[in-house]
């Protein structure tokens, strides 16, 4: 599976937009672009994912670049029970085995 | 819908003894579930995954008979640490994945300390 690439860590404002990016230049055309939020001391929760077409959620927006290079995670209106680590994951889909790097620690500030 | 519940949430035991985690689909059949092991400040490291009604398939320095895996129905899967020792103290967490959707459901974990 392809790898991924992530900033280290992120501050945002409460009420503001979280912009998440993840580089995964090596992607293949089966991969598709998982995320993952862990928050401190609990079991990561699935958040969205897509293939090349741009997907929306409850929780979030995925934004997946045309040639499929990179992706952003979108919290639209951040609040301080996001504050998390974001885990960008690609995964062929009949893979199930999910590998799991450092991901981004976003801090969500009053 | 699609929630994991494992238990015990946190368990403290004596070096030597065994410890068994359960991991439960609550509202769906799960062909496949995972463990993973997680050091603080570090990432997730899978440790096995298991299907239902086969033995589990271990990752490379996993050993297999200290870390039993048993998935004997489509809602339940159990991790036993055999002869715990300090080292094995970490944060147990397990996640199954649905039979519709490519996607892990996971559990809130469990925490080990081994005295």
């Known amino acids: 599976d392809a790898k991924t690439t992530q900033p280290t860590s992120m501050d945002c404002a409460e009420g503001r937009a979280a912009n998440l990016p993840c580089n995964h230049s090596?992607?293949?055309?089966?991969?598709?672009v998982y995320w993952y939020r862990q928050i401190h001391s609990q079991g990561p929760q699935y958040i969205i994912h897509?293939?090349?077409?741009?997907e929306t959620n409850e929780m979030a927006s995925l934004i997946i670049t045309e040639d499929r290079k990179s992706s952003t995670l979108i919290l639209p209106h951040a609040t301080l029970r996001d504050t998390a680590v974001y885990y960008c994951?690609?995964?062929?889909?009949?893979?199930?085995?999910?590998?799991w790097g450092l991901g981004t620690s976003l801090a969500v500030n009053p | 819908g699609a929630v994991v519940s494992q238990h015990p949430s946190w368990v403290i035991c004596k070096s030597g003894t065994s410890v068994k985690i359960e991991c439960r689909s609550l509202?769906?059949?799960?062909?496949?579930m995972f463990w993973y092991r997680q050091f603080p400040k570090q990432s997730l490291m899978l440790m096995a995954t298991?299907?239902?009604?086969?033995?589990?398939?271990?990752e490379q320095g996993v050993e297999k008979d200290k870390f039993l895996i048993n998935h004997a129905s489509l809602t339940l899967s159990t991790l036993t640490v055999t002869s715990a020792h300090p080292e094995d103290s970490s944060f147990y967490i397990c996640?199954?994945?649905?039979?519709?959707?490519?996607?892990?459901?996971f559990g809130a974990g469990t925490r080990l300390s081994v005295l």
């Open positions: 996640s199954a994945n649905g039979v519709l959707r490519n996607i892990q459901y």
């Open positions: 509202d769906f059949q799960a062909t496949t």
């Open positions: 298991s299907n239902e009604g086969s033995k589990a398939t271990y």
């Open positions: 090596t992607i293949s055309g089966n991969e598709y």
């Open positions: 897509g293939l090349k077409n741009n």
């Open positions: 994951i690609v995964l062929a889909g009949n893979n199930r085995k999910l590998i």
